[in-house]
């Protein structure tokens, strides 16, 4: 006999993920889906499929193969065989380099993502995580001692991580609400094979160690569960928060410096806020300190950044009641990308040249014999859109406590 609970929870995922398919990519021509081959990617690519077909929405597949395991081409090719049997367009995509390391397999997966999905004209992309990776990354980080923005976990909408190729690409992550469990329930209602990757049960991963100790234990999944909720509305909020701060006193000039003025605020959120800025007039995506971005945030507030600080491949400096921050001329990147992107913050375009009368500024400008546009100030409204867009229908309040 059918288990009726687990049905349910089929059904009821399903219509979980059109709505946010609905609230997050509706009136999108087209959708990228990374699939592995996994329960989690398969279902996401089986239910995505029927939602495009009610809102005449296409969709291309896209596998990426590290070349870090010898089943990785025999998976992409049976991804590549169930969309042939679905008619939906699929592509393999190949590092080409050695990209040994989770932190780098991770930046080549979405530089390759990325780079696909623009030349498909697909500007969101989906990803099948389910609320089981929710618990496990709320476990990992608070054993690493993060604290609640942290403890908020993954978000169901946020820009692409890597800069310059993720221009303009928004990450989508429909399933965040879904059990594994009710997902694999969908795919054998469908009689949908997956493949399950072996280094799942391999417990030199710490992701696999965690998982494990929730299957062994209910009790702590339960408890984990609603902590990492309570934690990923307040998540939510900041970021909310966040985004409101930037829009009202952040501005990118033509010259791609950008003037600051964030009066009093916590903190913690000030120095986010500074890390974002500092990545945007750098022109890169590396993640920077928060110990240094807290310092540089005290400073600030404390009226003790009147001279010029570098930090991050850009400078700092209050001018009166603004900060200024610019990009270090000494780290300029003068190589153009292959999409006409100069030093990750200038991109081809009709507009004039900028100019500038700021003197270290004249020293980072690109060079004359085209026209240019800062992306600065699209790179900024593409972030704080989608923290907006995703967040403010859920978004809880929250105490004075530290989101760091």
């Known amino acids: ?44 690519l089986l239910l995505a ?36 049997t679905l008619g939906v367009e699929h592509q393999t995509l190949k590092w080409a380099k050695s990209a040994h390391g989770a932190s780098r397999a991770r930046t080549a997966r979405h530089t390759l993502l990325a780079e696909a999905a623009r030349a498909k004209s697909a500007r969101h992309i989906l990803l099948g ?51 594994r469990d009710a997902l694999r329930r969908v795919l054998r209602s469908r009689r949908v094979a997956w493949i399950d990757d072996p280094t799942n049960s391999d417990h030199n991963f710490e992701r696999v160690r965690v998982r494990a100790a929730l299957t062994s234990d209910p009790a702590l999944a339960e408890a984990a569960l609603e902590q990492q909720h309570r934690c990923q509305q307040m998540r939510r909020g900041e970021l909310v928060c966040r985004a409101h701060l930037l829009r009202d006193t952040a501005t990118v000039e033509a010259d791609g410096k950008i003037v600051f003025s964030p009066g009093s605020c916590p903190s913690d959120r000030l120095a986010a806020c500074l890390g974002i800025l500092i990545q945007i007039a750098a022109g890169h995506d590396r993640q920077l300190r928060s110990a240094n ?7 600030w507030l404390e009226s003790r950044l009147d001279k010029v600080v570098t930090y991050g491949g850009a400078w700092l400096q209050r001018v009166v009641d603004h900060l200024v921050i610019g990009r270090d001329p000494g780290e300029v990147d003068r190589q153009i990308t292959p999409d006409g992107i100069w030093d990750g913050r200038f991109g081809r375009a009709e507009s004039d040249m900028p100019t500038s009368d700021h003197r270290l500024q004249r020293r980072t400008l690109p060079p004359e014999d085209r026209r240019w546009r800062a992306l600065g100030a699209v790179r900024l409204a593409h972030m704080c859109d989608i923290w907006c867009t995703a967040n403010e229908k859920h978004a809880t309040e929250w105490s004075e406590e530290s989101f760091s």
């Open 1 to 44: 006999m059918p288990d009726t609970a687990l049905t349910g929870a089929a059904e009821w995922c399903k219509l979980t993920v059109f709505q946010n398919l609905d609230e997050l990519c509706g009136g999108a021509e087209r959708l990228a889906i990374a699939a592995s081959g996994g329960s989690d990617s398969t279902a996401l």
């Open 49 to 84: 499929q029927e939602w495009a077909g009610r809102t005449n929405t296409s969709l291309v597949v896209f596998t990426v193969d590290h070349d870090l395991r010898d089943e990785a081409a025999d998976e992409a090719r049976w991804v590549e065989q169930l969309c042939s």
């Open 129 to 179: 995580h389910t609320l089981d990776d929710q618990i496990e990354t709320y476990l990992i980080r608070k054993q690493q001692g993060s604290k609640a923005f942290g403890l908020g976990g993954m978000d169901r909408a946020a820009p692409s991580p890597v800069w310059p190729a993720g221009h303009g690409i928004t990450l989508i992550r429909p399933l965040l609400d879904c059990r």
């Open 293 to 299: 971005l807290k310092s540089l945030a005290d400073a």
